[in-house]
């Protein structure tokens, strides 16, 4: 991809001596886009990127984990506008192209004397091949690092688009995960971007689930430099890159799912026959954040009463009587009555495989939608129980 160099090191803010820190840097101020948490607490680079991102352009972006930066008041703004500066002298750019990001403990103090160190080495060692080490450093209770790439031809111009992530706990994204990058060297308009980045997300991150919850510091950011010389002009190159975009975020946001603090496995709940879009989305909604059927999941139990359950009282028009449930190709209930204990044995062999479709039609109407979520282990509790220890 043409144009853009990664880094990512570890400068300490982590005591575990993992990276923590890590750069994204465009040759060339890019047209930007980005989105935001929707939760009412929200961290300072959250504060100071809805500031930034206004004209729609950036041309770095500062990562660093094992540190939210988050209920740290007037101080925590200051030290994500210096973290900023210091990156922008570093790199010899404006101060005002540079965003930040931050993800790790909420409430403790951004080590500055570590950023100042850090943001210097981190610089001194840039390059295009070096996006694995950004997304390394970009991690916390990740156990696998998330990237996707893929290259694409406008007009017989060839372009390439890539995407990071991290993502494990605290995911009930309301706009797109805990952190997200996309890169590309595409020429685009900040406008046609940020509406690409939006109905991406909508099918993606806003459809994953891992403990129903919605962090402080969520953003997903979208950077294009147009330095690959193709161009989008039209509705139809729109399209095609609306595709690219939607594939790799839904990649990513299926990877955080696998890769959901504790999770053993993941399951794909496709609401369908509802009666309206709406109710669609509110069924699957509550059946894949339900602590009861995660648990279910992980027990491999077919147990279909929690999933009815839960699309009662999402807010969705239902009838029980009318209700069929499938796990796999498996129907488990059919117009609301149990198929029976052969049912129920084969429904318990379809949950033994690492990835689940579960398939709930209200058969109320032509509507369908979907989420996809994690099961719940003893290791969620045990992961979140120590995470500041």
């Known amino acids: 991809m043409k144009g853009f160099q990664f880094n990512g090191i570890a400068a300490g803010i982590k005591t575990n001596g993992n990276k923590d820190l890590g750069i994204i840097y465009s040759q060339r101020p890019a047209s930007a886009a980005a989105l935001f948490t929707t939760n009412k607490v929200v961290a300072a680079p959250v504060i100071l990127g809805r500031e930034r991102i206004v004209p729609g352009i950036c041309q770095a972006v500062v990562v660093n984990s094992g540190n939210a ?25 404006p101060e005002d192209l540079v965003l930040v990001s931050s993800t790790g403990v909420i409430g403790a103090p951004l080590p500055m004397e570590k950023i100042h160190t850090g943001i210097p ?13 950004f997304a390394q450093a970009i991690l916390t209770t990740d156990l696998a690092k998330k990237i996707v790439s893929k290259t694409c031809t406008v007009k017989g111009k060839t372009f390439s688009v890539c995407g990071f992530a991290k993502g494990s706990g ?21 406008t046609l971007l940020k509406t690409a980045l939006q109905k991406a997300c909508d099918t993606s991150f806003n459809r994953i689930s891992v403990d129903g919850d919605t962090s402080t510091n969520d953003m997903v950011i979208a950077m294009a430099n147009g330095m690959s010389g193709a161009v989008l002009e039209d509705s139809d190159d729109a399209l095609e890159f609306q595709q690219v975009m939607d594939e790799i975020l839904l990649e990513l946001s299926k990877m955080i799912v696998r890769d959901g603090e504790g999770a053993t496995k993941i ?20 059946i894949a954040h339900s602590n009861l059927v995660k648990t279910a999941l992980y027990g491999e139990d077919p147990n279909w009463g929690r999933i009815t359950a839960a699309a009662g009282r999402s807010g969705a028009m239902v009838d029980p009587d009318k209700m069929d449930l499938y796990f796999g190709e498996v129907a488990l209930v059919m117009k609301g009555e149990w198929q029976g204990v052969d049912a129920e044995k084969e429904a318990a062999r379809e949950m033994k495989a690492d990835e689940l479709e579960i398939i709930l039609d209200l058969n109320l109407g032509d509507h369908s939608d979907f989420f996809m979520f994690c099961d719940f282990s003893e290791n969620y509790v045990k992961i979140n129980a120590d995470y500041r220890s």
């Open 170 to 190: 605290m995911i009930r994204p309301n706009m797109a995960t805990m952190l997200a990058f996309v890169c590309t060297d595409l020429d685009i308009s900040s």
């Open 69 to 93: 930066n988050c209920f740290t008041g007037e101080q925590g703004y200051k030290d994500a506008v210096e973290t900023a500066c210091v990156a922008a002298e570093a790199l010899n750019i």
């Open 267 to 286: 399951a794909r709940i496709t609401v369908r026959g509802a009666a309206s879009a709406h109710d669609a989305f509110l069924a699957a909604e509550a």
């Open 121 to 133: 080495l981190v610089v001194g060692d840039m390059a295009w091949d070096k996006a694995d080490d």
